[in-house]
C-alpha cells in the first residue's frame, strides 16, 4: 500500500497566487514579481526561518518561467552530487536547453570545498542557483559565492497568515473538506507551529486524524490533547530540532545553568552543528545580558572564535564553560528593546533633519549657514559632559535605552541620571 502523501505536501501551492506570505519580495511589483515577469531571475540566497515558504518559491519560480528544476540537500550530498547536477546543466547549455534551476535546501550545512564547487557553474551562467538558508549568510556562504548571488530575507509568518493556510487546508484538502472540521479556536494550532507553516500543516493533520473518530469541533484543548498523546509521532518529523533550541536559548535566559547543559547535551548528541550553537550565545549575550554582564559578549565571541579553532569534540567544553557562565549572569533585555524602540521611532517619523549644531561643516557656505556654530565640546567641559540636545528636534527629551535594574546597570542609571537629570529615574 503505497505511503499517504504529507498535508503539508498535498498543500504545497502550485501558483504564487496561492502562496502565503513574502509579499516584499513576490507580491505584484516587488523585485522577484518583476523578474518571473521578465522571465530572468538572479541566483539567489533565501534567508528566513523554518517554515516560511523556501522551497516552495524556489520551486514556483521553475514553473512559472518553464526552467529545468534540480534540488540537493546540503545534508545527504557531496561534491560528487554537486559536479554531476553541474555536468548535467553543462550539457544542457550544449544543446542550447534553458539555463536549469539548482536549489540547494540548508546551503549553510556546505563546506567550504561544496561551496567552491559551485562557483564556476554559477559565474558561467550553467546554473541559477537557489540556496536557503535559516542562518545568517554572512557567516556560513563563501564570500565568493555571496557576491555571486542576490540574499532575499524571508519574514516570519503573521497569525493572520497562519490561519489562512488552515482554512485554505480545510477548504482545499479532499480529506480534511470531507471531515468538515470546525475550528473553534486557533490559539493551540498557532503556539504549536511557532511560525512554521509545514509544522502547522503537520499538527493540524495529527488533529485532523483524531477528531476524525471523536469529534469535529476542534479547541485549544483537543488539540493539546492529541499532540501530546502522539509526541513520539510528531517528533519524528525532526521538528523537534526548533523546540530543543528553544528550550536550551529559554533556560539560559531563565538563568538556569543546569537545564541549559542539558540542553547542550541533547543538542550535542542530535549531532547540532558547533558554530550553530556558538552563533546563539553570542547574539544571547546581547539580546537578554547586554550591559548588565559586558564580560558575557567577550566570552561569547571568544568561545566562537575557540570553537572554529578547535573543532570537534573539544569544543563541547569551551561551549559548556561559555553556557554555563551566561545562565547564571545577571540578564538585561535594555540594549534589544533600546534598538527596537529606536527603529520603531525611525520607522514611525521618518527621515527627521540633523539639528544644525551637529552638522559637519567642511565648506565656507556651510559654516555661513551655521552649521555646527553652536556644538559644544564635551572633553572642553567639567566632566567631559556638557547638557545639550542631540537629538533631531522633533524627538527632543525622547529616552530609548532604558537601564535594567541590576547592579551594572544601575551604576549606568546613576551616571545617566546625574547628567540629563529627570530623564533618568531610579
Known amino acids: 500500500m503505497a505511503t499517504k502523501i504529507p498535508l503539508a505536501e498535498r498543500m504545497r501551492p502550485k501558483n504564487l497566487s496561492e502562496y502565503i506570505g513574502q509579499s516584499h519580495i513576490v507580491g505584484e511589483g516587488a523585485v522577484l514579481y518583476n523578474a518571473i515577469q521578465q522571465k530572468n531571475i538572479p541566483s539567489m540566497i533565501l534567508w528566513g526561518p523554518p517554515g516560511v515558504g523556501k522551497t516552495t518559491l524556489a520551486l514556483l519560480f521553475a514553473k512559472e518561467i518553464d526552467r529545468p528544476f534540480f534540488s540537493l540537500s546540503a545534508i545527504q550530498s557531496g561534491v560528487k552530487e554537486v559536479r554531476e547536477v553541474i555536468e548535467k546543466a553543462r550539457q544542457l547549455f550544449e544543446f542550447n536547453q534553458e539555463q536549469p534551476i539548482l536549489f540547494i535546501d540548508e546551503i549553510h550545512r556546505f563546506s567550504k570545498s561544496q561551496q567552491d564547487s559551485l562557483l564556476g557553474a554559477v559565474e558561467k551562467g550553467l546554473v541559477t542557483l537557489i540556496g536557503a538558508t535559516t542562518e545568517n549568510p554572512?557567516?556560513?556562504?563563501?564570500?565568493?559565492l555571496l557576491s555571486r548571488c542576490q540574499v532575499y530575507v524571508l519574514e516570519s509568518l503573521s497569525e493572520e497568515q497562519l490561519v489562512s493556510i488552515i482554512q485554505h487546508a480545510l477548504q482545499n484538502d479532499e480529506t480534511l473538506r470531507e471531515q468538515q472540521l470546525e475550528i473553534k479556536e486557533y490559539e493551540a494550532l498557532l503556539r504549536l507551529s511557532g511560525g512554521d507553516a509545514r509544522r502547522l500543516l503537520n499538527v493540524l493533520e495529527l488533529v485532523a486524524q483524531a477528531a476524525h473518530q471523536q469529534k469535529t469541533v476542534i479547541d485549544n484543548d483537543f488539540v493539546l490533547k492529541q499532540v501530546q498523546q502522539n509526541m513520539a509521532r510528531y517528533d519524528k518529523t525532526g521538528e523537534q530540532h526548533y523546540d530543543i533550541i528553544s528550550a536550551f536559548i529559554k533556560s539560559i535566559r531563565g538563568s538556569d545553568p543546569n537545564a541549559a547543559v542539558y540542553w547542550l547535551a541533547r543538542m550535542i548528541a542530535g549531532g547540532e552543528d558547533p558554530k550553530f550553537i556558538a552563533r546563539r550565545l553570542l547574539i544571547l549575550a546581547s539580546e537578554d545580558i547586554g550591559n548588565a554582564n559586558p564580560n558575557a559578549l567577550l566570552l561569547a565571541n571568544n568561545c566562537f572564535q575557540a570553537v572554529n579553532v578547535i573543532g570537534w569534540p573539544e569544543s563541547r567544553i569551551i561551549l559548556s564553560q561559555t553556557v554555563t557562565y551566561l545562565a547564571s549572569s545577571a540578564k538585561s533585555n535594555a540594549a534589544y528593546e533600546a534598538i527596537n524602540q529606536a527603529q520603531a521611532l525611525v520607522k514611525r517619523t521618518g527621515d527627521l533633519s540633523v539639528p544644525l549644531h551637529l552638522r559637519n561643516a567642511p565648506t565656507k557656505l556651510m559654516k555661513e549657514l551655521d552649521y555646527g556654530t553652536e556644538y559644544q565640546y564635551?572633553?572642553?567641559?567639567?566632566?567631559?559632559?556638557?547638557?545639550?540636545?542631540?537629538?533631531?528636534?522633533?524627538?527632543?527629551?525622547?529616552?530609548?535605552?532604558?537601564?535594567?535594574?541590576?547592579?551594572?546597570?544601575?551604576?549606568?542609571?546613576?551616571s545617566l541620571r546625574e547628567k540629563w537629570k529627570s530623564k533618568y529615574k531610579y
Open 138 to 144: 554572512s557567516f556560513e556562504v563563501i564570500s565568493a
Open 378 to 414: 564635551a572633553h572642553a567641559f567639567p566632566g567631559n559632559f556638557v547638557d545639550q540636545e542631540f537629538m533631531p528636534n522633533e524627538l527632543s527629551g525622547t529616552k530609548l535605552y532604558d537601564p535594567g535594574h541590576n547592579a551594572a546597570e544601575d551604576k549606568i542609571r546613576h
